[in-house]
Structure formats: C-alpha cells, structure tokens
C-alpha cells in the first residue's frame, strides 16, 4: 500500500514526504525534508503553522489506516489543538519528523497526541482532535 495515496493534500502544501513508521493502533510518524519548503522565502525557522499542518497531514493518514479511506465527497477536518511550542527548529535543518499516537478514536473521528522532532530534539508537542466531513 502507499500510504501517500491516503493523503488528498498536494504540493506545495502536502507537508508529509514519506511514512517512516506504522504501528497498528499505537503509532504513525511521517518524516519531511526541511528542504522541500523551499517556498517559504526569508524564513530561517520553520514555521509554527507548518509543523502543525505536518502533524495534522499525519493524522489523517493515520485514521484512515485505523478506520478507512476517505469516500468520494468526504474531506479531512482538524478540529481542536492544544500544543506546546518547545523549542525552534532551522528551515534548512533535515528532517522534521511528525508522530501520532492514539488516545481515542471512534468511527472517523480521533483524539491523538501529536509531536514533532528534529534532530532527535523535540521541537513541539500537541493533542489535536481530527474529523472526517461529507
């Protein structure tokens, strides 16, 4: 399967590059190249809003792996975040990694926990609600 095809975002806004890692009902990180944003001009961090997004790219890729993909007509929603913005991490740095673990998921709505790494230093973590919409 290739994870990527769960994911309808396209780029430039598509911020998760690859699947890293899935552990069924335990885990899901994805992995970015800094490089790949290119776009943000002027930058020398990236941005809040963008790491975010990556986790939020993550999460519906893991709540489809956990319930189903998404039918015709259906999009992904985020609904809450509640985030710890720890530390910054350099626009040109290598690798942001997104993770996402459960704490509740029901038909296609979940409540995950949600980190972002770089470097092994954890650069922000989050609790984020995500949806499914017709």
């Not at 069924?24 to 190249?33: A, E, F, G, V, Y």
């Not at 800094?34 to 020398?44: G, I, M, P, R, S």
């Not at 995950?112 to 092994?120: C, I």
Request: net charge positive.
């Amino acid at each position: 399967m290739n994870y990527m095809d769960l994911l309808p975002h396209q780029l430039p806004f598509r911020l998760v590059e690859k699947v890293d890692t899935y552990q069924p009902s335990k885990l899901l990180r994805t992995k970015l190249n800094t490089q790949k944003l290119y776009w943000l001009d002027n930058k020398e961090e990236v941005p809040y809003s963008i790491m975010l997004e990556g986790v939020a790219q993550t999460a519906v890729i893991f709540i489809q792996l956990e319930t189903k993909p998404l039918q015709k007509n259906e999009f992904p929603v985020l609904g809450s975040v509640k985030s710890d913005y720890i530390q910054k991490a350099p626009l040109y740095g290598g690798m942001l990694s997104f993770e996402v673990k459960p704490l509740r998921i029901h038909d296609k709505q979940a409540i995950l926990e949600g980190k972002v790494t770089s470097n092994n230093k954890i650069i922000m973590g989050c609790i984020l609600t995500v949806g499914v919409q017709k």
